[in-house]
């Protein structure tokens, strides 16, 4: 009895989350480089640009004060919506408040670790007396680097099966995608990574839409409207017609997307 | 338990109505107590192809807003027993319909009938969105052409996506592929898809198979479901595409082409019937 009148006199109960997030990682302050990769990406994959909300990164950034504003007002022209500030000076924490937008502490992560260790190991390295120990410590950090992007990975994996339909988009933003089935015409298909399907390919397939030139397109037959390795595509009128209907592999090499049967 | 099935499509004039109009006689005939609502608000059309239009006076969109009750709505079919149809009104158009009021309608009827079956709109917006929103089944209706199939594909999306069941994360939507227009000759020649061709892009189970006949124009005009016109092929496919719905094995028909006599050819042989 009394729990219920609780429950409907409180307003908001504050709980823990955890949100997956997308940092910008900023290595320029300059808004118009800002922009004008930010068009590019646009280009590339639409769907990422949906009012998604993003932490601006700062800690790569050596500068103490920041055209924060503009940064954001570039970000929104992108429909992006920065949420919060990381990293940076007193200064940047001010205005970051200042423009309603909250601030954490600079995350210490391992890689910015690795990186800063690493700098310093090839500094020493000139110093013979530290030789050694710096070249071990430097293997150390790698070997301890190496498995975690490989978890990430295959975490980040996503599996689909059954059809991919017309009108519908499937995505892996951040590794590849495996799709068991056919991505029809009219669907859309995006990955951050690689792009599987075991079964045709009639509708678009996006891969490597965060600028991974590395990524690739498999599928078990290709009628592809749009094929598209980090930003460089190709439609179905460029494809040979020898191609059409045939398993096929798409990559990005010598500066354009090459498509060979896969045998 | 009762079963709601949408018959729908995406793109228009693909044979939805003709259809939901032949599979509701179908299974009234079989001894099924069945409802055939019309969701084409503002585009009634399933009371002339039901040969009931004279015979209207209530309405989805009164029951809906509390105007009529159900009974006083739902026309009685003079042709077949247990047949009863809920036109759709002329009048309005489809942001009359409401989710909640849709649901209560079906869930009254789900209290009476064995099947409940939802003529869609054609498009994929709101009128169609509803009448599939509360689906078991869905009879998918497409013709052997390139852009009914792409629609069909993207109302199959939406069925796994947008319904009661989809939100809910129950048992899909059961999809049936039904074939309308069907033309075995002209599949031959390359002018339409072939059954296979649109059998692998939807990739879901067949219904049924509708050759095209000019016993359909016909029997809408005359206000008859064609499922009647047990002499013409597509009379046949329907009554094929009923006993398949309610768990029969079947054989497929009247997808090859007919062997005709050299008389035939000659002098045309009129209309298939």
Known sequence: MSLKADTADVAFTFKGGMLPMTIMELSSADPEQIRQQLQGKLVQSPAFFQHTPVVLGVEKLDAPNLALERICAVCREHKLLPVAVRGGTDPVRQSAWALG?????????????????????TKEASTPAD???????????????????????????????GTVRSGQQVSAAEGDLIVIGAVNAGAEVLAG???????????????????????????????????????????????DLRLLGEPAQVHYSSEQLEIKPLA | ????????????????????????????????????????????????IMGCERRVVYDLVNVIQGEAGLNQAMIRDKRVENLFILPASQTRDKDALTQEGVKDVLGKLRQ???????????????????????????????????????????????????????????????EHLLI?????????????????????????????????????????????????????????????????????????????????????????GGGRR
């Open chain 2, 180 to 268: 309308t227009r069907y033309n075995p000759d002209r599949v031959t020649s390359g002018d339409m898809l072939t059954l296979d061709d649109i059998r692998e892009i939807l990739a879901i189970e067949l219904l049924g198979l509708i050759p095209e006949s000019e016993a359909v124009l016909s029997a809408s005009n005359q206000g008859v479901p064609v499922i009647h016109e047990s002499a013409s092929d597509a009379g046949l496919a329907y009554l094929d595409t009923v006993s398949r719905l309610l768990g029969e094995e079947v054989p497929l028909r009247f997808h090859q082409t007919s062997k005709k006599g050299f008389l035939t050819r000659m002098f045309g």
């Open chain 2, 112 to 174: 009476e009938f064995d099947f409940i079956i939802c003529d869609s709109p054609a498009g994929i917006e709101r009128g169609a969105q509803l009448a599939m929103h509360f689906a078991d089944e869905a009879v998918v209706v497409t013709n052997p052409e390139v852009s009914s199939v792409r629609d069909s594909d993207r109302i199959l999306g939406l069925l796994a996506s947008k319904t009661q069941r989809a939100e809910e994360g129950s048992e899909p939507v059961r």
């Open chain 1, 193 to 239: 990574g690689s792009i599987h399907i075991y079964g045709p390919l009639r509708g678009r397939a996006l891969a490597g839409i965060h600028g991974n030139l590395s990524a690739g397109i498999y599928c078990r037959e290709l009628k592809a409207e749009l094929l598209s390795v980090a930003g460089n595509y190709k439609r179905l009128e460029d494809v």
């Open chain 1, 131 to 161: 030789g050694p120990g710096g070249e071990s410590q430097a293997a150390d950090q790698q070997q301890h680097s190496t498995p975690a992007p490989d978890d990430q990975q295959s975490a980040s994996t996503r599996l689909y099966r």
């Open chain 1, 101 to 121: 937008l909250g601030w954490f502490a600079p995350v210490e992560s391992d890689r910015a670790r690795r990186l800063a260790s690493v700098a310093v190991d």
């Open chain 2, 1 to 48: 338990m009762a079963k709601v099935i949408v018959v729908t499509s995406g793109k228009g004039g693909v044979g939805k109505t003709t259809s939901a109009a032949s599979i509701a006689t179908g299974l009234a005939m079989r001894g099924q107590k069945t409802v055939v609502i019309d969701f084409d608000v503002g585009l009634r059309n399933l009371d002339l």
